[in-house]
């Protein structure tokens, strides 16, 4: 069966043939839309199925417009649990009464980075060599960076992305580069579309340099890459987690954390899901590994929001 008839085959799956209890309320997720939006509610539509039957509770995807929605939406209550960047899982915890349960993420995502790319004209041009060893870098290769972008174009990705502004802006300070004045006219920010669309900016000239999420790039068409090849890495950092509202239930919020952690790419309904996250495996998280964040945010401004 193709992927998609899948998916539509689970999305319509009567909740009570999952075990789903007549009458129980739906439990209500999102996420940030940090990529295609059709791509992104193909692959929640298994997600959704999954969780309905793993909970026994009926579970409904939400469609966000963009990631203060996504923080808005979990802090007021209209959904009960959403997968969040790490700017936007401090921005719920602080905003949401009573806080968030943390609840699970990828492996990769306590050891994440971003990639600074270019394009492949103007790294030509500024004898910018496209690197092949990916490991996070350091802020010395960030700084030596500098005199080569001093007065081009440059994106960030959305304003309220980790990997696409918030850390790589905080990297920029630490390395002496200010945004705002070294890119001609200040940096761009990508309004929709996700890191893919700051990926094809930069391929298609429409910006000189730009900087969005490793895993968008590693996952590109090696025609994208080619155009955009990566010239620097930004050192890790802690990224995204699935976190849910205060008011859920503890053994509900157990509940949902086991049925993450249980998932088996092995088997191909569950495979379905972890490929909507674009995961391997998912592992139990300790809050205190977003203290980083935490403290780059309070940097940046006191209320948490990135310039």
Same mark, same amino acid.
């Given at each position: 069966?193709?992927?998609?008839?899948?998916? #539509? %085959?689970?999305?319509?799956?009567?909740? &009570?043939?999952? !075990?789903?209890? #007549?009458?129980? /309320? /739906?439990?209500? =997720? *999102?996420?940030?839309?940090?990529?295609?939006?059709?791509?992104?509610?193909?692959?929640?539509?298994?997600?959704?199925?999954?969780?309905?039957?793993?909970?026994?509770?009926? +579970?409904?995807?939400?469609?966000?417009?963009?990631?203060?929605? $996504?923080?808005?939406?979990?802090?007021?209550?209209?959904?009960?649990?959403?997968?969040? !960047?790490? +700017?936007?899982?401090?921005?719920?915890?602080?905003?949401?009464?009573?806080?968030?349960?943390?609840?699970?993420?990828?492996?990769?995502?306590?050891?994440?980075?971003?990639?600074?790319?270019? @394009?492949?004209?103007?790294?030509?041009?500024?004898?910018?060599?496209?690197?092949?060893?990916?490991?996070?870098?350091?802020?010395?290769?960030?700084?030596?960076? $500098?005199?080569?972008?001093?007065?081009?174009? =440059?994106?960030? !990705?959305?304003? @309220? *992305?980790?990997?696409?502004?918030?850390? /790589?802006?905080?990297? =920029?300070?630490?390395?002496?580069?200010?945004?705002?004045?070294?890119?001609?006219?200040?940096?761009?920010?990508?309004?929709?579309? !996700?890191? $893919? #669309?700051?990926?094809? #900016? +930069?391929?298609?000239?429409?910006?000189?340099?730009?900087?969005? @999420?490793?895993?968008? &790039?590693?996952? %590109?068409?090696?025609?994208?890459?080619?155009?955009?090849? +990566?010239? %620097?890495?930004?050192?890790?950092?802690?990224?995204?987690?699935?976190? %849910?509202?205060?008011?859920?239930?503890?053994?509900?919020?157990?509940?949902?954390?086991?049925?993450?952690?249980?998932?088996?790419?092995?088997?191909?309904?569950?495979?379905?899901?972890? *490929?909507? =996250?674009?995961?391997?495996?998912?592992?139990?998280?300790?809050?205190?590994? &977003?203290?980083?964040?935490?403290?780059?945010?309070?940097?940046? @401004?006191?209320?948490?929001?990135?310039?």
């Amino acid at each position: 069966m193709r992927r998609r008839d899948l998916l #539509a %085959a689970l999305a319509s799956t009567p909740l &009570w043939s999952l !075990g789903c209890p #007549a009458g129980t /309320p /739906p439990l209500r =997720f *999102s996420g940030i839309p940090d990529a295609d939006k059709r791509a992104l509610k193909e692959g929640y539509q298994a997600v959704a199925a999954y969780l309905s039957a793993a909970l026994k509770t009926p +579970v409904e995807y939400v469609h966000v417009p963009d990631y203060t929605a $996504a923080v808005t939406s979990l802090a007021s209550g209209s959904i009960d649990f959403a997968w969040l !960047g790490g +700017v936007t899982t401090v921005q719920a915890e602080a905003r949401t009464p009573g806080g968030v349960h943390f609840i699970a993420a990828r492996e990769r995502d306590l050891h994440f980075k971003s990639y600074l790319v270019a @394009n492949r004209h103007a790294a030509e041009e500024a004898g910018l060599a496209p690197i092949s060893d990916r490991a996070p870098g350091t802020i010395d290769a960030l700084r030596a960076l $500098a005199p080569a972008m001093k007065g081009k174009r =440059f994106s960030f !990705g959305a304003k @309220n *992305s980790t990997s696409g502004h918030v850390m /790589p802006r905080s990297f =920029f300070g630490q390395a002496g580069i200010d945004p705002e004045a070294t890119f001609e006219g200040g940096p761009t920010y990508q309004l929709k579309g !996700g890191h $893919a #669309a700051t990926l094809r #900016a +930069v391929a298609a000239r429409v910006v000189d340099f730009g900087v969005l @999420n490793f895993a968008t &790039w590693e996952d %590109a068409d090696i025609t994208l890459k080619k155009e955009a090849p +990566v010239v %620097a890495v930004t050192p890790e950092y802690v990224d995204y987690c699935l976190v %849910a509202h205060a008011r859920m239930p503890q053994a509900q919020a157990e509940a949902l954390r086991t049925a993450l952690t249980a998932l088996d790419g092995a088997d191909e309904t569950q495979a379905k899901v972890l *490929s909507a =996250f674009s995961a391997k495996r998912f592992v139990e998280v300790d809050p205190t590994a &977003w203290d980083g964040i935490r403290s780059v945010l309070e940097a940046l @401004n006191p209320e948490g929001t990135p310039p």
